[in-house]
């Protein structure tokens, strides 16, 4: 059974840093991305990494702030977040790709899903 967990979400003042987890099971994968809900907001791409390289990528909103990561070793995915701003509020989803390199990081590229961790900025 493949399952995607995510950890690390919470309350942190604006200019904060946080990090999230995604730890998965059942299988490996080429690629690993976070994708975010804001309340009222349609889920956007946040960060995606791909292959044993480590190819990254982000949204514009992010770059320079955050940094994706993964550890092979342990079939997990990070999401280091620095210079937190309130519109960072969201909840945070992990999604992975079983298969490919060259694809666009949109919600039905992804495989598998998280449930979510929040992540709320306060002013």
């Known amino acids: 059974q493949v399952q995607l967990v995510e950890s690390g979400g919470g309350l942190v003042q604006a200019g904060g840093s946080r990090r999230l987890s995604c730890a998965a099971s059942g299988r490996t994968f080429t690629a690993m991305g976070w994708f975010r809900q804001a309340p009222g907001k349609e889920r956007e791409f946040v960060a995606g990494?791909?292959?044993?390289?480590?190819?990254?990528y982000y949204a514009d909103s992010v770059k320079g702030r955050f940094t994706i990561s993964r550890e092979n070793a342990k079939n997990t995915g990070y999401l280091q977040m620095n210079s937190l701003k309130p519109e960072d509020t969201a909840v945070y989803y992990c999604?992975?790709?079983?298969?490919?390199?060259?694809?666009?990081?949109?919600?039905?590229?992804?495989?598998?899903w998280g449930k979510g961790t929040l992540v709320t900025v306060s002013s």
């Open positions: 990494i791909i292959g044993s390289l480590g190819n990254t």
């Open positions: 999604a992975a790709r079983l298969f490919g390199s060259t694809f666009t990081w949109v919600e039905n590229a992804m495989d598998y």
